[in-house]
Nanobody, 123 residues
Framework: QVQLVESGGGLVQSGDSLRLSCAASSAAVSTYAMGWFRQAPGMEREFVAL????????LYGDYAKGRFTISRDNPKNTIHLQMNDLEPEDTAAYYCAASIIFPARQTGEFEFWGQGTQVTVSS
């Protein structure tokens, strides 16, 4: 069992940046591909970004390309999502998740989930 805890969300203005973090309870997370999803009110949870276990390969949702960067620090059991040039449309709860497969984009492909951190972008 891997527990994931997200942090770093908050209220920012359009054009600002935020860095989200996901702390894992176990070093076993280093064997998982790690991803970020987001969910706005009334919407389905959608894929944001994914990084493989070694940190050598990444995938991004179309709206994240060029603005968001996913990274991981395996010795610290931590995953980050750097978000730049934020827009009001990025407002959502952001979730960290772990998958044993890469690539993975569907929620059903992820075994463990965090509780989420809220990001709100004002115009």
């Amino acid at each position: 069992q891997v527990q994931l805890v997200e942090s770093g969300g908050g209220l920012v203005q359009s054009g600002d940046s935020l860095r989200l973090s996901c702390a894992a309870s176990s070093a076993a997370v280093s064997t998982y591909a790690m991803g970020w999803f987001r969910q706005a009110p009334g919407m389905e949870r959608e894929f944001v970004a994914l990084i493989n276990a070694y940190g050598t390969r990444t995938l991004y949702g179309d709206y994240a390309k060029g603005r968001f960067t996913i990274s991981r620090d395996n010795p610290k059991n931590t995953i980050h999502l750097q978000m730049n040039d934020l827009e009001p449309e990025d407002t959502a709860a952001y979730y960290c998740a772990a998958s044993i497969i890469f690539p993975a984009r569907q929620t059903g492909e992820f075994e463990f989930w965090g509780q989420g951190t809220q990001v709100t972008v004002s115009s």
